[in-house]
């Protein structure tokens, strides 16, 4: 087995369909620019699900919340009505309370979108809390090199 | 003083200005018709807000929310970008929990979409709530004849 | 094989799956009622999709769109983030250029919310057109009795 | 005239107020984040507004339109229901066909969301044109030093 084998099977970049519909477009006949985001969203959720981690879950369970600190998206192609999306996202790096998260939403293998984004772990005050070790061991597994 | 001019002041129709933007738009070229709701509900807030009740002030205080029960919308002229709208509402009934509500979307004088609503006063617990007094005495004021 | 099964056969009953995410909730905890007509709309489309019709297909090719005239909806119980929903939707009748679709969201087989909706075909000029002949028969078969 | 004075007459920053609704909210009691790109895009859109650049107009006369490049936005502290915002927002800098604004989103004063973007102005056919004349020059008395 390769180093590159090794190295895709130790990072695995989540991945996640999309279908644009009338909601998401706007007057120019394109995807309306802040519905990028939650696509992105949608995708977090969804690798956070698949290695699983629920939000209302640890809401109840930890008391803990994930919050956005910080996000950068440049366009790059317009996505359209109708268009079938993939939505991949790897994780970056961690932080005590934070999770840096790369994202990259792609029509038939072009990205459209380039997404980076800080989340936070924070408590049920609002305030940064650790994130819980079974999540950080889950996300560390998927770091991008 | 005339009848007419009795009632008008006794039945004030609540009147919210709206801007169109591309958020509210869809590829079609007009605004997303779940969009149309949001427009009345910004309105319907203002008419509680202008009458002294604040959706938080009435969680914190009373333990109250308002839910919607039932809406139903006719979509009669599409609005656009960049229009100036106008929205309407007026009460036209009140329940032991409930508010009946007919709300009209116009642009320059022109109807474009009718929506008649019902909200329902929920308590934490999300089961019906009697309406509190001084909100059933500010709003009877305002019932359409 | 009896009726009920012919008639099983002849009405099938569209069935799309959404997910609950943060973006379609509201500060209440629940999902924000205009996001139904969201949900509704996501399955009008697969629905017409799974019947080989494309909205930027109908529009290239026909000149056509789908508008919504009325829709109704009534909320039974709230959907929270993180549901898994069900949104059926079966013809109920057909005019020269309209459609009436009856919508149920459903989560474990519960009904949360109902929706009746009234699409027309319009042309680029946003006047009424007939439905073209193939989608007419596609959803004459579906037409629930 | 001191030179601040002479700063502040020279580099008017624009004003926009919004008021939060439950549309913008969601289930963890906070404006989601990608709204705040909302907010700031009606703001945008005002501010073109108030200096003589309407969407609709722009894209009839001279056939363009603006389209986001790039966005960054760091969420200092949440907005929430009832809110009342004001969103400031400066011209950074022009290029031939792009601008360069910072836009802050805040709440009596207080900072919640900075945002930084860069919106280039595209033709019909969705490729870079130049900045209209009157447009570059209404911007340029606006640039902030």
Redesign the interface.
Known sequence: MTLTALNTAATPTHSFPI?V???D??????V????Y??FA??AR??MLRDAGF????MMAGDGI?M?????????LK?A???DALDVTTSVKGLGAATIELDQSIQRGGQELCRVAVTIACVGRD?RPARLPATLRQALSTQIQS
Chains 1, 2, 3, 4 share one sequence.
């Open positions: 279908r519909y009338y909601e477009t706007d007057a120019g006949g394109i309306y620019y802040a519905n985001l939650k969203e949608r959720t969804e629920h939000h209302t879950a919340m919050a956005v600190r910080r996000v950068s998206a440049e366009y317009p359209r009505l109708d609002g």
